[in-house]
């Protein structure tokens, strides 16, 4: 005899409502087998039958509640930002340079972090890596940067890093004395020269210069003079 889709249909109905009368009947035997026991019956049930559900279902609660509060959840507030150009550290200089900054800066961990961001090659031509800059910076998203000389002088008309006279007391600021880069088109201060940090850290001489700059809306422009003095390890 062959089935028609009908009768398949209908037979598949027919075993889910069992299902359904099963799975019912399954919970009814339960409470009833529970409450039937006492004392030591009761607890030794629960255990077998029982216990391992409510673990599971806790547990997978638990992780689909994690997952929520790591995607929605409050994100910790950047307390700095600092852009390494064309990075000469390496991530692992990255990292050690990330960790004592937030040392310095950091005060409660889990609501503040510091970001070191070395993805900025633009020596290589990357367009990406430009706009990324360019799109972050006009955002006031980063700080600080530390840029090789030849960038910092391509950026100069673009009024992109803050003037120092602007950001540092000028006594702090003349303390820098030949360290600074100056502008020949207004003659003012727009970089400390922190290359002698990057060559100690490297153990070798780079040979190029590079300059801490401050971006000129930058959000944590008071920050700047403490920034430069720590990584020049004079604070």
């Excluded at 019956?41 to 992780?63: M, N, P, R, S």
């Excluded at 409660?108 to 090659?121: A, I």
């Excluded at 850290?201 to 000129?216: F, K, N, S």
Aim: glycine share 8%; net charge negative.
């Amino acid at each position: 005899m062959k089935l028609t889709a009908e009768d398949m249909e209908a037979k598949k109905t027919a075993l889910d409502d069992d299902a359904s009368i099963y799975g019912k009947r399954d919970d009814r035997d339960t409470k009833e087998k529970l409450a039937s026991l006492k004392g030591r019956e009761k607890w030794e049930f629960f255990k077998d039958y029982i216990l391992w559900k409510l673990v599971i279902t806790v547990a997978v609660a638990g992780f689909i509640g994690f997952l929520l509060y790591s995607v929605f959840g409050p994100k910790p507030e950047t307390v700095l930002y600092v852009a390494v150009i064309d990075d000469p550290l390496g991530n692992d200089n990255i990292e050690k340079l990330s960790e004592a900054l937030s040392g310095r800066y950091v005060k409660e961990p889990k609501k503040e972090k510091v970001m070191v961001d070395g993805n900025y090659y633009l020596i290589s031509g990357d367009y990406n890596a430009r706009m990324k800059m360019m799109t972050l910076t006009a955002a006031g998203e980063i700080d600080f940067c530390i840029i090789p000389k030849n960038e910092l002088e391509n950026y100069m008309e673009s009024e992109m890093f803050a003037s120092l006279e602007d950001v540092m007391e000028k006594t702090a600021l003349e303390a820098y004395g030949n360290r600074l880069f100056v502008s020949p088109a207004d003659g003012r201060a727009y970089g400390i020269n922190v290359t002698s940090m990057i060559n100690s850290t490297l153990g070798y001489d780079i040979g190029e210069d590079y300059y801490a700059a401050c971006v000129i809306n930058a959000k944590h422009k008071e920050l700047f003079a403490d920034f430069t003095g720590f990584i020049l390890g004079q604070q």
